[in-house]
């Protein structure tokens, strides 16, 4: 969900007003998004923060993503984050069909999208927004909201509006164009057409699930042509995207939200499903990142977050975030865990298979096994050591509904 994070409003304005001033030319981006697959295979957990904390990334001293996503980043920020992560990947951007209803965060949009002036021409405007005429008095009455999300509300605008069209648009080739940034995300893409039966004034045709996918798509296409072909162009899918959206054609990968949670629900199966998708319908590096988080409650559920772990793992092309939840995403000071996140397995020997219960995959230094269906007891050749309690030996029993990381003995 969109939320711009922090809270000193006038500074965070500030800053991105003299970056844009000031980036150009200043920095180049080490990463190398623009590759196949083998870009995103790594010796370690892929990981990945949405929607970061940036001021908590960077004083945090252990903490090392590998892909980093929220509004902007400044030149400093990317630098910072950098240093201790040569090869981060940083991906900036907010939501091509919704508009938080914090003046701040508008602030922020509409600075960016005039390149650094916050009165310039490009302005939100009411009639771009969704509404509804509630007494069918011919008069718009009341905007179409996110359901259940207020303090902000977070608003549809119109896809068809050629205002919002140019607005949004400009802001996403400013973040495009900046050196420091290795991409742009999309956040909130087809999510949910619930507004069906609201209009704007400057499209005075109530919307259907039809538009409001294809006015998406007509910003998503323009979005991916305006944007150098070496940069990604990643969206936060939500639950998923239905089998037949147009989206994936456009994207390099997405961002499956809640993964394992309440909200979607999706079980690994699923999460493996997607993936695959990925592989045949998104342009490469074809990039899934399974974002698990508490539900909001704050409660770590060690068997979910271990899953999401494993389930990242088990192929080359997935990153795993996990955080608060969706009122609070992109925390990093109470949501960094070494004694999982630092494990080194070395290469992949082999892709991931089926095992009686669930999957296993092998790796030069380690195993990871995911117990779906039932408990999976092991019995390894040499004395392994499993990550989650320290415990070393051959046999090891993994409970139904979790995931374990078990790192070969003799190379620690």
Known sequence: MIKLQGHTRFLVVLLVVLSLVTMHGCVDSPAEPNGDDDATVDRSPRLGIWLAKKGELIEHESAAFDLVMTGWFDVQEAVDIRDRHPSAILLAGLSLNWVSGDTTWQTFLVTVANGGDPGGPLQITEDMFL??????????????????????????????????????????????????????????????????????????????????????EQLLSTLRDNTAEDKWVIANAGCDFPEGSPFPQYL???????????????????????????????????????????????????????????????????YFAFDFGPRDHGGVADYWFPQYYDVMLGDPTAPYYSIDGGYRRDFEDGLIVAAVDAPIALSLGTSHIDIATGASGTDFTVPQGDAGVFLREDVQ
Do not use: K
Request: proline share 5%; glycine share 8%; hydrophobic share 40%.
């Open 252 to 318: 390099n990968g997405y961002l499956l939200e809640n993964a394992l949670g309440v909200q979607c629900g999706l079980e690994l199966d699923e999460l493996l499903a997607s993936s695959q998708r990925a592989l045949e319908s998104t342009n490469a590096p074809h990039v899934v990142v399974y974002a698990v988080d508490t539900d909001d409650t704050g409660e770590i559920d060690w068997p979910r977050l271990r899953t999401g772990l494993v389930a990242s793992l088990l192929t080359d092309h997935t």
């Open 131 to 216: 509404m509804y005429d509630d007494d069918e008095d011919g008069v718009l009455d009341r905007r179409c909201a996110f359901p259940g999300w207020a303090d902000p509300a977070i608003y549809a605008m119109d896809p068809r509006h050629t205002g919002w069209q140019e607005l949004i648009l400009s802001f996403y080739d400013v973040v495009a164009s900046q050196p420091q940034h290795d991409g742009v995300v999309v956040d909130m893409l087809d999510a949910y057409s619930f507004c069906s039966g609201a209009w704007s004034e400057g499209v005075p045709i109530p919307i259907d699930a039809d538009a409001w996918v294809s006015g998406q």
